[in-house]
């Protein structure tokens, strides 16, 4: 019954959405008043959906192997947590939750976007519905996770090994509701350009949601390289695998979007470009969840090989994509650009952020569908790898470091005084720090050697908004900028400190044998068997040492029973100035144990810095919600005074 | 802004779907097929990796089809792999084998306890050889017809499986 629920919910959304998106083409066409009307529906739609999510929970908890997506997906045996989390686990959950979080933001645009012209309101709600549409008839038709089994197994398949871990609770959902509201960006996009109202109050009316997403997209890919690094044993924290490159682009877009955004707010200038960029971004997300469901690119992530999934979801990304550009194509010359600015400004400055994020965006999606186009066109196989991304989107990625700590200092419209010479101090700091690498580094790449140099550069030129002022006063918007950008300087020195100084040992050991890495020596004591609810392991003890006390670090081989699958669970301890990161591997015959051993100096700045650049969204989502209740406020005071 | 650059999103968008349509209509292969198939084999001359037998070279590959496999005594799937090598050559297969970065004495240990189906073994210490094959790990196996030319490359251990795929592939390159 319970599956049931959930399928009729579905089903009852799906009517809802088709008749949300007709009110907006009658609404569109005649001048009816349909918005509370549209509004209402949006939002039991979102409960409907939400609804249809929570039966799909409830399904897993009971471990009801009556329903097919349990049975292929669980086992009783396994831990409540991963039960639960094992829904979204899986093709047909993970896109039910994608759903979920695509009708719930629309039902937050009705309930929530009070500000903007309601026609545009309209026409956004319009648009989200169809958006919804068309992925519910991708559940419905395609992939019914509600799908039931008679007569019902009494035992499931079990879970993926590599997905019973705590980061599948939050990497899928944090980076859902950060793919998926970007949906909102896109249908006030689109509804801006349906009514042809694209001003600064839209932006405005945009920015929370952009900047919203933007926090969960951070959130999601810092967590989700964590959960890589030590879950995979590979001790890297970004393989350019092409899934991960799908949850890269619609930040790298989202990033260049909160940016110009933040232009057409202030001075109503760059319509076109960002309406431009708020229809790439969740356009990045749709391809992403293409290229990760479709299986066309090959990838650690792709679960779910299924041409006619692909199929259906292509079809879904051409008419949304299609029907976007080809708006901006007709409606585009109607734009008409705002403000003029001069070439020193905040403006061009932030032009040139722009510009860079594209083309970034440009090589990522070009190394990521490269082999894919040369296939077609001539053939021949090839891959593209860390190699090409790192030389060709590193330096780009260093020169942008370098602006962004000057675009801040930048006034609006025309900059006359001398903006340089308050980057004195932190231009030194970037100059020791390079002098500092070469006598005490000479053997670095360049790349890390430049990262450093910039990294010390940026975390002292991105506090200078808030020197010469009393910070307190600041506000609230320009402390998360702050904090955003100290955090890009942060994760930045943890990159090209880990690129740089990162010490690798492979060896075969036999216990009671020593190996050095980095500062360590590390000396395998014995290895054992261990044994959790649903898996078997060797565990082998390891103690380092380094002048100071020793610590003892146990990486398992683990053999999960259901379904038969090795991992490898790595040992990592945290210092202040880095991570021991061992693993584990097969004995030989001879009674060695394969050891393999990383010391990473810093590492952790890069999801410390990762993590303190969310909380800098946070801020500034903060600052600018609560601006603009100040502003309500005042206004309504003003309108009965 | 000029109506070419307006549709200019459109039109690279059309791109990306016909490349996108292409792929799933032709899904990927994903067997590996070596650069060297249908090549003859580097010239190469190993010494012997053991006192009792001849090393390998590539003037040795000549006469009738050969099974050339590179194993290790330190690789753990070639413990398994080398008795798929003897039924191969119980049934009349020529093995011969290139040593990857070993010992005498662990060779010869590794075959008295495994069993031992090679004609001929070259001891390749730096693995100068196995890169000029175009072998990237041990176990690999390549199958040489008589006028030395590769005919096929087999990656991973050969398995139990495997046998009537290799005798079959044998019988093509005779």
Redo the contacts between chains.
């Keep these: 019954m319970i599956a049931e629920t959930g399928l009729a919910a579905l089903w009852l959304a799906t009517a809802l959405a088709a008749l949300q998106f007709v009110l907006m083409v009658v609404a569109l066409r005649t001048e009816v008043a349909v918005g509370r009307a549209m509004r209402s529906i949006a939002v039991v739609q979102g409960a409907l959906t939400l609804l249809s999510f929570a039966m799909l929970l409830l399904v897993f908890a009971r471990s009801d192997m009556s329903v097919a997506l349990v049975f292929e997906n669980s086992h009783s045996a396994k831990p409540f947590i991963y039960k639960v989390a094992g829904a979204w686990g899986n093709h047909e959950g993970s896109m039910l939750l994608w759903v979920t979080v695509l009708s719930v933001a629309g039902a937050c645009l009705g309930l929530l976007s009070r500000r903007t012209s309601e026609r545009t309101v309209v026409a956004a709600l319009g648009s989200q519905a169809a958006l919804a549409l068309g992925f519910y008839a991708f559940l419905l038709i395609a992939s019914n996770p509600f799908a039931r089994l008679d007569p019902a197994p009494a035992e499931g398949r079990g879970l993926n090994p590599l997905l019973q871990d705590p980061g599948l609770a939050f990497h899928p959902p944090t980076l859902y509701l950060g793919y998926v509201g970007l949906s909102v960006a896109f249908s006030l996009a689109v509804g801006a350009l349906l009514t042809g109202q694209v001003d600064s109050r839209l932006a405005r009316a945009m920015r929370p949601w952009v900047l919203g997403a933007w926090i969960f997209l951070t959130l999601g890919s810092t967590g989700g390289s964590y959960w890589a690094y030590y879950e995979l044993g590979w001790g890297g924290w970004w393989f350019w695998d092409p899934v991960e490159n799908a949850s890269l682009m619609p930040w790298l877009a989202a990033t260049a979007l909160l940016h110009s955004i933040s232009v057409l707010a202030a001075r109503g200038a760059l319509k076109?470009w960002t309406m431009?960029l708020a229809v790439?971004a969740f356009s990045m997300s749709m391809?992403g969840t293409?290229l990760v469901r479709?299986g066309?690119l090959?990838s650690v992530h792709a679960f779910a090989i299924d041409?006619e999934r692909?199929?259906f979801l292509?079809a879904l990304?051409?008419i949304y994509?299609?029907a976007a550009?080809?708006l901006?194509?007709l409606r585009?010359?109607t734009?008409k650009e705002g403000a003029p600015f001069e070439l020193i400004s905040r403006e061009t400055g932030l032009v040139i952020n722009n510009l860079l994020l594209s083309v970034v965006l440009g090589i990522v999606f070009l190394g990521t569908?490269y082999p894919?186009?040369v296939e077609?066109v001539s053939g021949e196989k090839l891959s593209v790898g860390a190699p090409y991304f790192n030389s060709v989107a590193g330096p780009l990625a260093l020169v942008l470091t370098g602006l962004v700590g000057i675009g801040p200092l930048l006034a609006w419209r025309r900059e006359q005084r001398p903006v340089l010479k308050r980057l004195t101090v932190p231009a030194l700091l970037g100059a020791t720090a390079l002098v500092m690498t070469i006598i005490l580094a000479p053997g670095i790449g360049i790349l890390p050697r430049l990262g450093l140099t910039l990294a010390a550069y940026l975390a002292a030129a991105s506090i200078l908004p808030l020197i010469g002022r009393n910070p307190l006063r600041a506000p609230l918007a320009t402390w998360g900028m702050v904090v955003a950008h100290f955090g890009l300087a942060i994760a930045l020195a943890g990159m090209a400190a880990n690129a740089a100084f990162t010490s690798e040992r492979l060896a075969?050991v036999k216990p009671g044998e020593t190996l050095s890495v980095g500062p360590w020596l590390v000396q395998l004591q014995g290895v054992t068997p261990a044994a959790g609810k649903n898996w078997t392991a060797i565990e082998g003890e390891l103690r380092a040492t380094r002048g100071e006390g020793p610590v003892t670090l146990k990486p398992q081989t683990r053999y999960f029973s259901d379904p038969p699958t090795e991992t490898n669970e790595a040992a990592i301890d945290t210092f202040w100035n880095g991570q021991l990161y061992t693993v584990i591997g097969?004995p030989?015959?001879w009674g060695g144990w394969q050891v393999r051993l990383w010391w990473k100096p810093f590492v952790t700045l890069i999801w410390v810095g990762g993590a303190l650049v969310a909380l800098g969204g946070a801020l500034a989502f903060l600052g600018h919600v609560w601006l603009r209740r100040r502003r309500e406020r005042q206004w309504r005071r003003e309108l009965y005074a | 802004?000029s109506?070419a650059v307006?549709?200019a999103?459109?039109v690279l968008?059309v791109l990306?779907?016909a490349?996108?349509?292409?792929?799933?209509a032709t899904?990927?292969d994903?067997t590996i097929h070596s650069k060297l198939e249908g090549r003859p084999v580097p010239a190469f001359a190993l010494p012997a990796a053991l006192p009792t037998k001849p090393g390998l070279g590539s003037a040795d590959l000549t006469g009738q089809p050969r099974l050339v496999n590179i194993f290790a005594s330190?690789c753990?799937p070639c413990?398994t792999e080398v008795r798929v090598l003897q039924q191969l050559k119980n049934r009349g297969v020529v093995v011969d084998g290139i040593a990857v970065r070993d010992r005498r004495e662990d060779v010869a240990n590794f075959l008295a306890q495994n069993g031992d189906p090679y004609e001929r073994i070259g001891s390749d210490s730096q693995s100068r050889v196995q890169i000029a094959l175009g072998s990237s790990g041990v176990p690999e196996s390549f199958i040489v017809d008589g006028n030395g030319v590769i005919r096929d490359q087999h990656i991973g251990p050969i398995e139990a499986t495997d046998v009537p795929m290799i005798l079959s592939k044998l019988e093509q390159a005779r």
Excluded: Q, Y
Aim: charged share 10%.
């Design positions: 076109a431009m790439i391809v293409f479709s066309v090959t041409p692909g199929t292509l990304l051409a994509v299609g550009f080809t901006f194509a585009g010359a734009l569908l894919l186009f077609a075969v097969k030989d015959p | 802004m109506r307006r549709f999103p459109l968008l990306l779907l490349g996108l349509v292409w792929r799933l899904p990927e994903t330190w753990v413990i």
